[in-house]
């Protein structure tokens, strides 16, 4: 899956979970930084995007990524 | 050495002074040295556990790294560094809680006879030992490199503003500052910038926690004495003091490292502002809660994610809310208990749990700002009457008496009328401080003014607070005992 259409679809994830339709997420957004991110939205948010990309993330993949870019990029790497 | 002590005013000076006069490959070893005799001044022994730490944690991350490879070594290695560091903990301060609570519960095991089960923990370890976790736990998971120098690891784990009550660092970041020589060099900023709040943590300590103390204290000591309303006075002030005694405390740490060019992350941000709980632990001690999450919270709810993903059963209550619920609770149990060998921590600890899940679960979003921080304040303090308790029984008798018996306000006539005006006031101007920050961040600012007289002023005029307004009896921080 390409780089674009793999953040096209976690926007679509994240704008579901956080329940904000509109999010509008770049490479350089920072995680944490986004509106409506915390704890709880974050298991959503991995439950959701491992079902969605039919992955499975280890614990400190998700944790290590310090924005979006580097979120994509750990999808793109763990594609089968 | 605390750092309310003479001891530290002359020592803090001389290690920056040394620092900037130190060739830069030798400041590793000057600020070792440092940190050892930082240290050695509060108990000489308890350096063996600092350098048996050390070592194991430091040999640890490099067979891990060693046997990147190779799964199954790997992970004995990482089980070898958390046993023997939790075993640490659990032998230096839990050992005689976990007998007492054996032999009083169950009654499986003799009366404790032997000291060594109250043996008293090293001051700092529950800080050090959660740091060097962390530099173990990132080296495991391929977020850095093993340092390879044993004395750059060891000034990690002893660095001496940090290691008696952290704020506990993250290896990724404060390491690496360790080996880079651009931050190393002097700047004006970094020492204004360091001067100023180590001037704002002496303000909080010695004017705001030391002379509220002084009433909490009275109240607290003989809890039979006293009514609702006296309790609920004490209890305003508690919220105060121990912000302010731990707030102050991270204020003199990260000055210190600041004079010497180190950015070490902030412990608080204003949390009796926070609208929610869940907020509230994104601003009172950052540094904890922040390895709460990313070590013990995260990995919980990965394990309960996959388990209960699969569970049919699960169809009332969604599987993520119920991850949730397991991992918080488990999270803020351990919380509680590493604040101490007590059942009131643990409750304390319970409580926040509880009050997170409880939050979850009505998912209430918006609402009015002042009554959200308000809801949130009075939860935040029934929270703290357990942990300023000395047991639950205490916690119990000031509950009851809020709850049924008022009587009048305790208010001291002796020599000890003065500490509650100062302590009010100075209450007063941490409020007027922290209200302009949170609401009017970019209004006029005395301490953040470009003009250079004008901070200078605000300075002169905050030492000038604290040399008349504050506690000069060398009091211990709160925060070191835990």
Not at chain 2, 372 to 400: D, M
Request: hydrophobic share 50%; with cysteine.
């Amino acid at each position: 899956m390409e780089s674009t259409e793999i953040l096209k679809k976690i926007n679509h994830i994240f704008a579901t979970v956080l329940e904000n339709r509109e999010i509008l997420l770049s490479r350089e957004t920072i995680i944490t930084n986004i509106k409506g991110w915390d704890s709880f939205s974050n298991i959503r948010l991995i439950m959701s995007m491992e079902k969605n990309f039919e992955l499975k993330f280890n614990t400190f993949e998700i944790q290590s990524c310090k924005n979006i870019g580097d979120l994509c990029d750990t999808i793109q790497r763990k594609q089968p | 050495m605390y750092f309310n002590t003479t001891q530290y005013i002359l020592f803090l000076p001389l290690v920056v002074i040394l620092f900037y006069l130190t060739p830069f490959r030798f400041r590793w070893l000057l600020l070792l040295a440092a940190s050892y005799y930082f240290y050695v001044c509060w108990r000489a022994e308890f350096m063996v556990v600092i350098i048996f730490s050390t070592m194991v944690n430091y040999f640890s991350a490099i067979l891990i790294a060693r046997n990147k490879t190779n799964k199954r070594n790997k992970k004995i290695f990482l089980t070898i560094a958390l046993v023997i560091n939790l075993g640490m903990l659990i032998i230096l301060k839990y050992l005689g809680f976990i007998n007492d609570f054996f032999h009083e519960i169950f009654g499986i095991i003799p009366a404790p006879t032997s000291p060594l089960l109250y043996l008293i923990a090293p001051v700092g370890l529950s800080y050090f030992t959660l740091q060097s976790l962390t530099y173990v736990f990132d080296t495991y998971y391929n977020l850095r490199e093993p340092e390879k120098h044993p004395g750059i690891f060891a000034l990690y784990v002893a660095f001496f503003p940090l290691i008696l009550s952290g704020p506990i660092e993250q290896s990724t970041h404060l390491l690496p500052q360790f080996r880079d020589k651009a931050r190393a060099k002097l700047k004006s900023v970094n020492i204004e910038e360091g001067i100023k709040l180590i001037i704002w943590g002496y303000f909080l300590k010695l004017v705001v926690a030391d002379r509220t103390s002084i009433y909490v204290d009275a109240v607290f000591g003989n809890v039979d004495r006293h009514g609702g309303i006296t309790f609920i006075a004490a209890l305003i002030l508690y919220s105060f003091q121990i912000y302010s005694d731990f707030a102050g405390y991270s204020c003199i740490a990260i000055g210190s490292a600041r004079l010497m060019g180190f950015d070490v992350l902030h412990n608080f941000n204003r949390p009796y502002f926070s609208q929610s709980i869940s907020e509230f632990w994104t601003r009172w001690h950052i540094s904890l809660s922040t390895w709460l999450r990313n070590y013990l919270f995260n990995p919980l709810s990965y394990y309960f994610m996959r388990k209960l993903q699969k569970e049919r059963y699960l169809k009332i209550i969604k599987p993520e809310l119920l991850t949730y619920a397991i991992a918080a609770s488990i999270t803020f149990l351990m919380c509680g208990i590493w604040h101490g060998a007590n059942f009131t921590f643990i409750i304390w600890g319970s409580l926040h749990g509880f009050y997170l899940i409880v939050d979850r679960i009505i998912n209430k979003k918006g609402g009015n700002r002042v009554l959200n921080i308000i809801i949130t304040y009075i939860l935040v303090l029934f929270a703290w009457i357990f942990f300023r308790s000395e047991n639950v029984h205490q916690s119990l008798t000031v509950i009851k008496a809020i709850l049924t018996h008022p009587g009048s306000l305790y208010i001291p006539f002796d020599s000890d009328v003065v500490a509650p005006v100062y302590a009010v006031l100075g209450i007063f101007i941490l409020l007027m401080v922290e209200v302009k920050r949170e609401f009017f961040n970019n209004s006029f600012s005395l301490s953040g003014n470009k003009n250079e007289y004008i901070r200078m002023a605000s300075y002169g005029f905050m030492i000038f607070l604290i040399l008349y307004l504050g506690v000069f009896d060398a009091s211990q921080f709160m925060y070191v005992k835990f």
